[in-house]
């Protein structure tokens, strides 16, 4: 692979929006979503899914409010995706594409609002893939029930700490400890703690941001009844360790999309897509083939 190809400013309703590119700008535009409400960014789903480049054009960008790009409200569900889709056509537009259509590859919190850019712009996907997502915020019982049986793996960790996660955090301090305190719950691979200190100190978040995106008009997302509205080609992949978007919520969602396909990745936790990588890129490859 290629040395890491610089990072640039694309302006999308109001916001200055970070992202990076690969791939032949001519190809299908295949755009990678984040997780982490307040705290995600574009890096290493630009790093998981750069392979694809060969065959698609990879657009991985920061949210607004999010990691390189501007704090320019108001932060979202609706916002993000009408983002999505303004992005979709600023691409199109400028490298004159003749298949107009996107892939969309959405993780955990990206999952979330690739489900609702299948419903909202179905007509305007031919691929969607999840990874490691639910849909709906009842996700967060059964993750409860996870951390009770896990505790012994993150042992700074506690049920209190969970609850400020899918609710609200004071200021950035206290967001920034507690998710170093949980760090251990999202890999199988043996944590390394002198590297999450390093993750955690130069980790970008805001808890404004967080706070917004799980404020009473958003917490509440539940996509189920829908969808089956979503008609475009689906992959869902999840590891079967996965403690925060268990698989059983996978399902849920490969239950209510018709035709969908449903991978579930043995030995890997929620980042399933960079810790078993070979597997979930050839999954990839065959499922678009």
Known sequence: ????????????????????????????????????????????????YRPLSDKYHIISFDFRGHGQSSFTPPYTFKQIVNDIETIRIHF???????????????GSFGGFLAQQYAINYNDNLTHLILRGTAPSYEHEEEAFQV???????????????????????????????????????????EYNPDKGLEVSRLRKLSAKVHNDLYSEEEKYFDYRPKLNQIKSKTLIIVGDKDWICPPSQSKLIHEGIPGSQLLIVPDANHSVHSEKNQEVIAAIREFVA
């Open 1 to 48: 692979m290629s040395s890491t190809p610089p990072l640039k400013y694309v302006k999308i309703n109001g916001a200055d929006l970070a992202y990076k590119e690969a791939g032949d700008a001519c190809n299908q535009l295949f755009i990678t979503l984040h997780g982490g409400r307040g705290l995600g960014s574009h890096e290493s789903d630009f790093e998981a």
């Open 92 to 106: 199109n537009t400028i490298y004159n594409k003749i298949e107009k259509k996107l892939v969309i590859c959405g």
């Open 147 to 189: 951390l009770e049986q896990r505790l012994n793996k993150a042992p700074l960790a506690s049920i209190n700490m969970l609850k400020k996660v899918f609710s609200n955090f004071k200021d950035d301090d206290e967001m920034r400890l507690i998710m170093f305190a949980i760090g251990p719950l999202y890999s199988e691979i």
